[in-house]
């Protein structure tokens, strides 16, 4: 799974961001600003051994992937319902679950969803909100 970002100049200092994360950084450079947001990932996931890497797509524009799709999918869960402003349990509810670990249990990296279970899941967390993510390749 990557998450697509931007980076960009602003005055003296590069700024990369991750919209669907709402994250951002800077640096003094492009390329202390892309170091800068891969390290912010890996803090956010808080995984040992656990490692992002960057993927530059042009002059402005970056992917960033993860070592662990199930922390990866578990960030990007709980970064949306933080987003929202919902708790736990008004994601059960907006599920139809008897339980708030029904959402929870994915947020912690417990289980991880299919893809269907994902758009599921972000659409409870973000209601009318479409998103794109792209799954990486492996060859």
């Known amino acids: 799974m990557r998450f697509e970002g931007r980076v960009f100049r602003d005055g003296r200092f590069w700024l990369a961001e991750i919209p669907l994360l709402d994250g951002m950084t800077q640096g003094r450079t492009r390329k202390e600003a892309l170091l800068m947001i891969g390290d912010w990932l890996e803090s ?12 530059p797509r042009g002059r402005d ?23 929202s402003g919902a708790s736990l349990s008004e994601l059960a509810s907006r599920l139809r679950a008897s339980s708030r670990n029904a959402y929870a249990r994915y947020e912690r990296g417990e289980a991880v969803p299919t ?3 994902l758009d599921e899941l972000l659409k409870a967390a ?14």
């Open 126 to 139: 973000s209601p009318g909100t479409d998103f794109v993510i792209r799954l990486a390749h492996r060859s």
């Open 44 to 55: 956010l996931v808080d995984l040992e051994g656990f490692r992002a890497e960057v993927h």
């Open 61 to 83: 524009e970056f992917e960033i992937s993860g070592s662990d799709p199930a922390a990866m999918t578990a960030l990007l869960l709980r970064r949306r319902r933080q987003a």
């Open 115 to 117: 893809v269907e279970k």
